[in-house]
């Protein structure tokens, strides 16, 4: 039996499990649906056992973070209730969800600031460190990207902006370095984040969550 399961292609099974995952991911999310949030739990540690065997360590580092901010997403999503100053309030005898909202302008700011710092960082350690072709753009879809996920998290409204400025830039990036098939799936991504953004607007000014 051992034997079987050691003899089984546990990378192309993840990488097909990962994918299907990924597609209850964009469902949830189009939907604003918490159970994304385990889709985003499983999604990164199916990535990070992938990545180390195949060494791509910067790649396996991002997925703990993703795994971090799925947790903390679950959390705020089911738990936290947004009050009328803006501020998040923990109460776990509410039942209320954390509801659909646009992003408050300082937090904007310091969003805004931190994606630039983290573009800059990135930028850096590729083009001073690796032999990546692409610094400016891998940083910059990476950088927004971290950025992203914290606002989903928060259940900003403005997080599919920022998801369609990735999936755009991802496209020219992957068609450049030939991954066609890849360039085809984040056109795809780009225009569910565009209905996405749309359906979500519709839903918090329905007072829906």
């Not at 959390?75 to 309030?89: I, Q, Y």
């Not at 990735?166 to 496209?171: G, K, R, S, T």
């Not at 370095?177 to 996405?196: P, R």
Request: charged share 15%.
């Amino acid at each position: 039996m051992i034997t079987f399961l050691a003899s089984l292609p546990w990378s192309t099974i993840l990488e097909i499990l990962g994918f299907t995952i990924g597609l209850l991911y964009l469902w949830w999310e189009y939907h604003a649906d918490s159970r994304l949030w385990f889709a985003s739990i499983v999604m990164p540690t199916i990535s990070m056992w992938i990545y180390l065997h195949k060494g791509l360590y910067a790649d396996f580092a991002i997925n703990i973070y993703y795994f971090i901010i799925a947790v903390y997403g679950y959390l705020a999503w089911t738990r936290a209730v947004h009050n009328a100053a803006g501020s998040d309030v923990d109460k776990k005898s509410d039942k209320e969800k954390l509801p659909i909202t646009c992003i408050p302008v300082r937090r904007a700011a310091a969003a805004s600031a931190v994606f630039i710092v983290l573009w800059g960082v990135f930028y850096c350690g590729l083009r001073y460190l690796t032999d990546s072709t692409v610094p400016l753009a891998d940083a910059f879809t990476t950088a927004l990207s971290i950025v992203a996920m914290w606002m989903l998290a928060r259940k900003y409204l403005e997080q599919w902006l920022a998801w369609i400025a990735v999936d755009a830039v991802c496209i020219g990036l992957y068609a450049y370095k030939g991954i066609y098939l890849y360039a085809v799936l984040y056109a795809v991504y780009t225009v569910i984040a565009v209905i996405g953004y749309r359906n979500w607007r519709k839903m918090m000014s329905e007072g829906r969550v």
